[in-house]
């Protein structure tokens, strides 16, 4: 059903920043240049016509034919070797990581729903890594990847997943609620939407530090990213958060991961408008659509709303054509899609394509990527022996952080604090 | 009726039978055929009659049309075709309202809420729409034809939003009707009833025996009556109470308890709101005690509205406080699932203290 085709579609004149190889010298490069690049976008962008079913704008990164990422239409590089080895590491940590939750969790070491995010490390290699310490990042219940890049130690998230009391959370959230406040991840939602005003809370939080309470950093004010699924994007919390985010001009981008399902649901059939991307402009922010699975491009788009949020401009609304290579979960058995959907995708993984594009313009050799490859598979076998030998949380922990006060049980029947009372946690259960 | 519950859980915890027979309030089916099904399958039996006996029906929610993320709308789109089966977008405060305005109209709407935890952006239309309708239109209009289904309780491993049971927010509610089944035999009855009850209902389905829970099931189309209590088990020192999954914990403390020489009576409340207290109240006149079981935290939960009803009338021939073995105070845990449980030690040893006042 879902009429997803390869088609290529002619780069139309609106949404420029979708390509990165539109160097200068091509229509867009106001994009590059001009500031205000933003605001012209988004005014002009309603009138274009498109077909409807091709919804699918493709990008010129990975097509059938060609082997190379756009950017080497010019022969420099579009980072830095340290950039592109360090993208590379994040995105291969990614993968590794999810691929070892899935043994781990078909081991019956890890538990309860979850949600893994191979193919779609592009957009959180791309965005996070941007980001500073003190810059926020609110996430799905697709999180462990967005923690990871953050910079949540992989020890910390693997023994969340188990459940221990080392974990990130204490072994509270599980899956889907990863938190740090040492690295500012605002957690981890199971419930879909739930997320986004959360996030524009924070972002004002960072706007009136910065403009009244006069906390003003040199890089200007502290940015909060987003992250939820196409299937989101038809919930009335995400368009409350649109018209609140631009009226008060907040430093927030909305970064959307469209995957085209939402469980068994094709965005497609969902969606009057599967243009996701549109919706900013209809709030008066703009909308930006960039291919999902080249992480050069979405850097790009992000170094510029970013930018723009730390400049006090205002939100962003960011459309990632991405594609999760698993099912939803690793319960669903992911009969629904087509498999030349699936194969489309496959062919442009995003750590391959980074990886030819790093090995074409010698930014680094295959022996290199090989050894980070290496050392991140030592990283994550060293999360999963942490998390194996860390000890399950204690029986007290089950009452703590209810409430600020522990004590806010009240007082039992034989006159002492709930809390404390052994029984209250025991009862007679046998585990 | 014979249940055979058979877990199988993923760490393999023993393969265990037994049977309850049930005595009062059975409707018989008009016809002898019956095959043995889970509670989804049942589901889905009373989803494709209530679709085929009325041509206004509709079946929509998430992700329904290939079947749903727990079965039990197999099989409805290919039937009846997707303009009566359908997805809808992910937006439950939509779904909910939307499906008040084909009630409103008329029609019947099954509105399926994926995870009885999702509900909470529906609960304002539910709430103040869908349950005031007939009363401030002066019945002119009402959503009678309204039913939302959804899973709800513990199943394991879902963690805080995968295990709520909301059921006590809408019993709170004039207007609204709660039914709760424990097996897949009173859940394909009760389900027709709800949807073919003129008020609108609340119908919650217990996750953890959609594959668990095995009954024989007419196949034949018929209805189990609304606000009727059903006496599983009679015995004469203490009166049971629950609903839904927790019915099987409270049966296993039963039989426990039927060891150490006290007889338990085990009452399903199967409607919670409107319930019935006469049932419950002429139990408690026999028995003298009271415990009511429920998996949702104790505080203010369903327990706490029968506990009350029940010594309001009851007060002289209770022999001791009435008991309730429910859920603690805490978000639903990840981890920490089995302690939070109310399980089968904690109500025998409620019992054991109940009766031994």
Known sequence: MAAFSAVKIPPPQFTTVRSSSQRPGSSPAHFAHSPSAFNSISFGSAKSVRSRPLFAVSSDVVSSDKTKPASSSSSNPAVTREVALELYEDMVLGRAFEDMCAQMYYRGKMFGFVHLYNGQEAVSTGFIKLLNQSDKVVSTYRDHVHALSKGVPSREVMAELFGKATGCCRGQGGSMHMFSAAHNVLGGFAFIGEGIPVATGAAFSAKYHHEVLKQSKPEGLDVTLAFFGDGTCNNGQFFECLNMAQLWKLPIIFVVENNLWAIGMSHLRATSDPEIWKKGPAFGMPGVHVDGMDVLKVREVAQEAIARARRGEGPTLVECETYRFRGHSLADPDELRKPDEKAHYAARDPIIALKKYIIEHGLASESELKSIDKKIDDVVEDAVEFADSSPLPPRTQLLENVFADPKGFGIGPDGKYRCEDPLFTQGTAQV | ?357
């Open chain 2, 1 to 357: 009726m014979a249940m055979a519950l058979r877990k199988i859980g993923k760490d393999g915890i023993s393969i265990w039978r037994r049977g309850f027979s049930s005595t009062s309030g059975l409707e018989s089916s008009s016809s002898r055929d019956a095959t043995p099904v889970n509670l989804f399958t049942a589901i889905n039996q009373a989803l494709h009659i209530a679709l085929d006996s009325d041509p206004r029906s509709y079946v929509f929610g998430e992700d329904v049309s290939f079947g749903g993320v727990f079965r039990c709308t197999t099989g409805l789109a290919e039937r009846f075709g997707r303009q009566r089966v359908f997805n809808t977008p992910l937006c439950e405060q939509g779904i909910a309202g939307f499906a008040i305005g084909l009630a409103a109209l008329g029609n019947r709407a099954i509105a399926e809420i994926q995870f009885a935890d999702y509900i909470f952006p529906a609960f304002d239309q539910l709430v103040n729409e869908a349950a005031k309708f007939r009363y401030r239109s002066g019945n002119e209009f009402n959503c009678g034809g309204l039913t939302i289904r959804s899973p709800y309780g513990a199943v394991g491993h879902g963690g805080h939003y995968h295990s709520q049971s909301p059921e006590a927010f809408f019993c709170h509610v004039p207007g609204l009707k709660v039914v709760i089944p424990r097996s897949p035999y009173q859940a394909k009855g009760l389900l027709l009833a709800s949807i073919r009850d003129p008020n609108p209902v609340v119908f919650f389905e217990p996750k953890w025996l959609y594959r668990l829970a095995v009954e024989e099931v007419p196949d034949a189309d018929y209805m189990l009556p609304l606000s009727q209590a059903e006496v599983i088990r009679e015995g004469k020192d203490i009166t049971l109470v629950g609903w839904g999954a927790q019915l099987s914990i409270l049966e296993q403390a039963c039989e426990d308890a039927e060891k150490e020489g006290i007889s338990c009576e085990l009452i399903d409340l199967r409607t919670l709101i409107p319930w019935d207290k006469e049932t419950v109240e002429a139990s408690v006149s026999k028995t003298g005690r009271l415990l009511v079981s429920h998996e949702a935290p104790v505080t203010g939960g369903f327990g706490a509205e029968i506990s009350a009803s029940i010594i309001e009338r009851c007060f002289l021939r209770l022999e001791a406080p009435v008991a309730r073995v429910c859920g603690l105070d805490t978000p639903f845990p990840l981890v920490y699932e089995p302690f939070y449980m109310p399980t089968k030690n904690k109500i025998l040893d409620a019992i054991k203290l109940t009766v031994n006042y």
